[in-house]
């Protein structure tokens, strides 16, 4: 149990019975004792007491005795309370028994489906695929260790009229031909050059617009040549994967086109319910709620005038599926913040249609762009997007670099295999540590350092821990007694319990940034502790007190970035 909860119960009927309703003490953690409850304050008024009174007569009734050493009223009305170091330590030993580390398997496992990475076929992945990829694998990781069931769905865009000058191009270069473009993963080139035929050649794009009513109307042929395209995709986007180090599979590519056949029946059903309106000659919902700048109400369109359906529809079926069919509760949509409105509209009009009620509920969450140093959009010299590929290769050899530089112990298989962890790290850490909701510029001098809030000072903190016990030759004893006599001992101790917290509250809200900053104080209090704090030339007992304390800090670190998808090197 973290430390805020304990406090929080302790006081809860104390207050309870001072105000003679239910009332929250609101335990912070703060500068001037441990902890500090505001709460008689905001009680003052209602009560119509001073809150020093409250306070005093809160202390009276609460049962703290074997919690804290002190627990007085100051300033104002607060109370501070100070941990008793006993107390503390028996948290810590309680922690160093517990293989979860302090977080509890959740007792309401839900069934979540994530929805995330999602690229385009026949298209470069770009650094906003990134941002989706890194977190919604940091969600499934965090969410499946929690105990949920965790259903990973990269929702592919696999369909679509742009498959008609696709397709189209793909048989005039030949399939053999097309595959090997393809598995160079030179999408782009390939979409371009699709793209350009189709502009320039009238008789290729009317090709094109034939092609899409064959795909449309299952003509085998065509089947074949859009699976092809799809087949070489996926294996390519694997790839990218592979190198990222992210936990999807080949089975969690749920494309849009496996929803095809729910689409029809998703309009007729809306029409059933009434809900459709005919706006231009699409069929069109107008969710309660959406109104554009101009005051007027927004169509979501479910089929579109010439009879085809689009992505809102196929989001709809999605959805539809995954509370029904799939049984789940939790609906994650890990997508840029630009489709913000997008997923409103769609949430709200699924709701309306039944097919979203509580519990079951869907969350965007959003995200903004990455930043080149100039502060504008990331492109490529060439003015282009950038290519994700591109950007993990740059990391990692960057990184393999440095750990050549910084350690010229490493052989070259471990100094490949430590650039790989630190690269791969960097990247996705830099995305993670930054709030979601925000742009973030792509600095690699920063996210490469060895000092501030960076996976390189994590793991550099975690591989130092791994270090002292290489040189001690033995493993801590996780019944050893622990004393915390020292202030440092104690700083590292408060965050060491507070991980539990931290990660109930990311998995509620998914701001990893909070995960990535609490990783952060503990490396800092580790690094304070350790040099005020001698280990390995401590006698006994402290030597083996501050044992365990090492070993808690780096099981917290590794577990800690493990949930954020980012290695811990042994040995950096
Ligand atoms: N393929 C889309 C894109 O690249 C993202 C899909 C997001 N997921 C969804 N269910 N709409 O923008």
Not at 32 to 40: G, I, L, N, P, T
Not at 123 to 149: C, F, N, P, Y
Not at 210 to 221: E, K
Not at 444 to 456: C, F, H, I, K, Q
Request: aromatic fraction near 8%.
């Amino acid at each position: 149990m973290d430390l805020e909860k304990l406090l929080t119960d302790r006081l809860a009927p104390a207050f309870a019975t001072v105000a003679g309703v239910p009332v929250n003490p609101v335990v912070r953690r703060s500068p001037r004792a441990d902890f500090q409850s505001d709460a008689a304050l905001a009680l003052a008024r209602r009560l119509g007491r001073p809150p020093r009174d409250i306070a005093a007569e809160v202390l009276g009734y609460a049962d703290l005795a074997d919690v804290c050493s002190v627990a007085e009223v100051s300033g104002p009305g607060f109370l501070n309370l100070t941990v008793a170091d006993a107390a503390l330590a028996a948290l810590v030993s309680a922690l160093a028994t517990d293989p979860r580390l302090g977080v509890p398997v959740t007792a309401e496992p839900e069934t979540v489906v994530i929805d995330y990475s999602a690229p385009n076929v026949a298209k470069e992945m770009h650094v906003g695929h990134l941002r989706s990829t890194v977190i919604g694998d940091a969600a499934a990781r965090l969410l499946e260790w929690l105990g949920h069931r965790v259903l990973r769905a990269n929702h592919l865009g696999d369909w679509g009229t742009p498959f008609g000058m696709l397709i189209e191009h793909l048989a005039d270069l030949g399939e053999a031909e097309a595959a090997h473009e393809l598995s160079m993963g030179d999408l782009d080139s390939f979409y371009k050059a699709a793209r350009a035929k189709f502009d320039a050649d009238g008789a290729f794009a009317e090709r094109s617009r034939l092609r899409v009513v064959a795909l449309q109307g299952g003509d085998p042929v065509t089947l074949r040549l859009w699976r092809l395209l799809v087949e070489q995709s996926e294996r390519y986007f694997m790839t990218v994967y592979d190198r990222l180090d992210v936990t999807l599979t080949e089975r969690d590519f749920h494309g849009e086109s496996s929803y095809n056949d729910l689409l029809a029946p998703v309009v007729d059903d809306l029409g059933r319910l009434g809900l459709l309106r005919e706006s231009d000659g699409a069929a069109c919902v107008f969710p309660p709620g959406s109104v554009g700048r101009d005051g007027e109400p927004l169509p979501l369109i479910v089929r579109k005038s010439d009879g085809g359906y689009g992505y809102p529809a196929t989001d709809l079926a999605a959805i539809r599926q995954r509370t029904g069919a799939l049984g789940a509760t939790r609906l994650l949509y890990v997508v840029g913040l630009p489709q913000r409105r997008h997923f409103e509209m769609v949430y709200a009009v699924a709701a309306q249609a039944g097919w979203l009620s509580p519990p079951a509920r869907a969350e965007h969450v959003g995200f903004g762009s990455i930043l080149g140093a100039d502060g504008r959009m990331l492109r490529s010299r060439a003015g282009g997007s950038v290519k994700l590929v591109g950007l993990l290769d740059e990391a990692i050899s960057r990184a393999t670099a440095l750990a050549r530089e910084r350690n010229p112990e490493l052989g070259e298989a471990e100094a490949a295999e430590v650039g790989r962890a630190v690269g791969i790290g960097a990247i996705k850490y830099a995305d993670l540590s930054n709030d979601r909701h925000r742009d973030y510029v792509l600095d690699w001098e920063r996210m490469l350092s060895l000092d501030g809030n960076t996976a390189p000072y994590l793991q550099y903190a975690y591989s130092r821990i791994r270090s002292i016990f290489r040189r001690a030759g033995m493993a801590a004893r996780p019944d050893a007694a622990v004393s915390l006599a020292e202030p440092a001992e104690r700083a590292l101790a408060f965050e060491l319990v507070g991980f539990g917290r931290v990660v109930g509250e990311v998995a509620e809200n998914l701001e990893f940034h909070h995960l990535a900053g609490y990783l952060y104080r503990l490396a800092a209090a580790f690094s304070a502790f350790y040099e005020r704090c001698p280990v390995l030339r401590a006698d006994e007992p402290v030597r083996d007190s501050r044992l365990v304390l090492c070993d808690l800090t780096a099981q917290v670190l590794r577990q800690g970035l493990h949930l954020l998808g980012i290695r811990t090197p042994e040995r950096m």
